[in-house]
């Protein structure tokens, strides 16, 4: 054989080497995506906090700007309308996704929803809310879904902007509010306020509670973003689970300095178990259990009945890693041959 020929060769199969490495490595510059929060920064948002910190977004290509919502902030629309691609929301992705909103939930973070109705010390029944003023926070439909089980005519109620602070209730502003178990009750227990608490789980609405949620334009248009964005963010909070003292003064440190540790330990004390960590694994959701929210919504007049899940929870598309495989396998029959002639080439050498 012509050893100019196998010269040749042995460039050509070290180009395609180059080529095999350029694409199986994450690329040098990182993809820009944010992720759109449902509150201030708290410890209930700390699994996204330590995929950042621990650097599991940037291994996955991703420089992720983690955002705080204000009052005024939904974070459905600030995902649809494409200034976030991820965001955190509640079981009501579902109603939103139903009113015309393209909504795909990647994963269920709290297995149990943290919602609650804090009232005033005046207010003993949900029955009592009646001509009262009440401050709600965006996405909080299964608190309208309880009041509508309990037959309290909402189109009653003076629903304000949520002053997001438990204060707005302490001070007068309002006369219910709506609330996290992790959050408000911290405040009230300082303060010594008098308040009562009215649970959707003791009206039978159990919920999922925080959730991963993107488009269906970004799930469209980068499906492997997707993927790696959601795997990061789980992996997260594992972390976050593992390492909730070091989660709480990171948050201290980079997030929201003004927040007491002693608050962020309490919020962590009640956050957690709704992980329920030791008995599901984190991020899974069961379409059961979505159907049976639907059914619920459906049962209030919120949603028609049979709503489709279908194109609404998230099912990563194992076939579409088929051309993943495909140039793998190509390129170790390349590596292969490029072997065997860099080894006859050497043996050429030696006998020349």
């Known amino acids: 054989m012509n050893t100019g020929w196998i ?25 820009p995506v944010a992720l759109q929060l449902k509150w201030t920064h708290a410890f209930q948002f700390a699994g996204y906090y330590a995929a950042v910190e621990q650097g599991y977004y940037r291994d996955a290509g991703l420089d992720v700007t983690i955002l705080e919502a204000s009052p005024q902030t939904d974070p459905v629309k600030e995902v649809v309308e494409g200034r976030a691609q991820y965001g955190v929301g509640t079981s009501g992705l579902l109603l939103s996704r139903a009113s015309g909103n393209p909504v795909v939930v990647l994963a269920v973070i709290f297995q149990q929803s943290p919602y609650e109705i804090y009232a005033s010390p005046e207010i003993h029944s949900l029955h009592d809310l009646v001509g009262k003023r009440l401050m709600l926070e965006p996405q909080t439909e299964e608190l309208l879904a309880l009041l509508k089980k309990e037959n309290v005519p909402v189109d009653l109620i003076q629903c304000l902007p949520h002053s997001f602070d438990a204060n707005g209730l302490m ?11 992790s959050n408000e009750p911290y405040y009230f227990l300082k303060a010594g306020y008098l308040f009562h608490t009215f649970s959707p789980r003791s009206a039978g609405i159990d919920f999922y509670g925080d959730n991963l949620f993107t488009s269906e334009q970004e799930l469209k248009d980068h499906p492997a973003r997707v993927r790696a964005f959601r795997a990061a963010s789980l992996k997260g909070w594992q972390y976050a689970r593992s390492h909730r003292d070091e989660m709480i003064e990171l948050i201290r440190t980079r997030y929201s300095p003004h ?26 959701m069961n379409p059961q259990r979505w159907k049976h929210i639907a059914d619920t919504y459906a049962e209030l007049s919120l949603l028609p009945a049979g709503y ?6 998230y099912q990563p598309d194992l076939q579409n890693l088929t051309w993943f495989y495909r140039i793998l396998g190509f390129g170790l029959v390349l590596l292969l041959i490029f072997v065997v002639l860099e080894f006859y080439v050497y043996m050429l050498n030696r006998r020349l």
């Open 7 to 31: 010269h040749l060769f042995s460039r050509w199969g070290r180009c395609w080497i180059v080529v095999i490495g350029l694409s199986a490595a994450p690329a040098w510059a990182l993809e």
């Open 171 to 181: 001070r007068g502003e309002a006369d219910a509010i709506s609330g996290y178990i």
């Open 308 to 313: 489709p899940l279908k194109g609404f929870l």
């Open 259 to 284: 927040t007491p540790a002693e608050f962020l330990h309490f919020e962590a004390d009640r956050m957690i178990p709704l992980l329920q960590p030791d008995l599901i694994e984190i991020g899974y």
